[in-house]
């Protein structure tokens, strides 16, 4: 039933679909009632209907498949192990993630900075950010803290690897091994709830870990904040 309150009509059922997709009224692969059925139900026009669905299809919670209908997917699981495979993981799962670079800028290290990446306070330091999509979905935002002593004319290498670890190693002949990561739970600021598409106060998984290189060395600070709604984070013991 619908609320009466200033929320519009396709936002009221897009919270009703999604609830029940929280609820087990629908689980991943099934196949969510036709837009005719759903009309009825909920007493509105297709055109209505089509845009709650297009609200759950931008949040990554359904996928729509012309001529076949519309699908509840499942959650974009990614390993946490020593190895960073981010690309490699998501092309297992049949998903090709595309980047677009935020902001490539030199900073001075403030004292969580310095602590981090094991430098003097005041020391420079690159930041490198970038969103990451698949396909039309934004499921994450990645800032890597790099020492710039360490890495001499790195900003004029980031735009050129779609992967951090192969320029560090062609680049550098630098490992990069993860050492740490911590991951707990927030509610996304308000500019990454903007350029990951998602409503105001939705939660994230805040991913901060501690990089290495082959001789135990820190190389790199990563704060990375995943969709909450859309992304598992699979913890694996590296043998």
Not at 32 to 58: M, N, W, Y
């Amino acid at each position: 039933m619908m609320r009466q309150d200033a929320l519009p009509l396709y936002l009221q059922i897009a919270d009703e679909l999604r609830r029940n997709i929280e609820k087990s009224v629908f689980n991943v692969g099934d196949q969510l009632p036709t837009e005719l059925e759903l009309s009825k139900r909920f007493g509105v026009h297709r055109h209505t209907l089509r845009r709650a669905v297009d609200v759950l299809r931008q949040e990554g919670i359904v996928d729509v498949e012309r001529g076949r209908g519309t699908f509840v997917v499942a959650p974009i699981a990614l390993p946490i192990g020593k190895r960073v495979r981010f690309n490699a993981a998501l092309k297992a799962q049949s998903m090709i993630p595309s980047c677009q670079v935020l902001r490539i800028v030199k900073l001075n290290a403030d004292p969580k900075l310095a602590q981090q990446l094991d430098i003097e306070l005041g020391a420079s330091v690159i930041l490198f950010e970038r969103l990451y999509w698949v396909d039309e979905l934004p499921i994450n935002i990645s800032s890597s803290y790099f020492p710039n002593q360490r890495f001499p004319a790195l900003a004029t290498h980031c735009e050129a690897y779609g992967s951090i670890s192969q320029m560090l190693l062609k680049e550098y002949n630098c490992d990069h091994l993860c050492r740490s990561t911590r991951v707990s739970a927030r509610v996304a600021r308000p500019q990454d709830a903007r350029r990951l598409k998602m409503p105001a106060n939705s939660p994230i998984l805040l991913s901060e870990s501690i990089h290495v290189d082959q001789t135990g060395t820190v190389i790199e600070y990563g704060v990375t904040r995943f969709r909450g709604d859309r992304m598992e984070l699979v913890m694996e013991q590296d043998t």
